[in-house]
């Protein structure tokens, strides 16, 4: 599976917007699509996944709320509309898909084997 993130770019505080994660090969249904994100001068940590088949949803505390992961199997495509961004959210945001993942996995990069190159939200204050 190759990856494709996209749909970053600047916003202002309080403003939405969505990332798309676009896949190719084949058994994109078959994989767990999540989105992580690295901000300047941080490690890169978990945002939101998606399962595999009935779409079982996971969000960090930070983005509860506010983030919604969604996906279109029939696209091959991972959403995640942002809404109420906040400067804190600036960071290039990855997706990544991953098989056979347990409940504990969805937020441990290692779990994932696809990684997509990245996509810079910049939110201004």
């Known amino acids: 599976v190759q990856l494709q993130a996209s749909g970053g770019g600047l916003v202002q505080a309080g403003e939405s917007r969505r990332l798309s994660c676009s896949a190719s090969?084949?058994?994109?249904?078959?994989?767990?699509v999540a989105w992580f994100r690295q901000a300047p001068g941080q490690e890169r940590g978990f945002v939101s996944a998606?399962?595999?088949?009935?779409?079982?949803?996971y969000y960090s505390d930070f983005v509860k709320g506010r983030f919604t992961i969604s996906r279109d199997n029939d696209k091959k495509t991972v959403y995640l509309q942002m809404n109420s961004l906040q400067p804190e959210d600036t960071a290039v945001y990855y997706c990544?898909?991953?098989?056979?993942?347990?409940?504990?996995?969805?937020?441990?990069?290692?779990?994932?084997?696809?990684w997509g190159q990245g996509t810079l939200v910049t939110v201004s204050s």
């Open positions: 090969g084949r058994g994109f249904i078959n994989y767990s």
């Open positions: 990544a898909a991953g098989s056979f993942l347990h409940d504990d996995d969805y937020t441990v990069e290692r779990y994932y084997n696809f």
């Open positions: 998606v399962k595999y088949g009935v779409g079982t949803t």
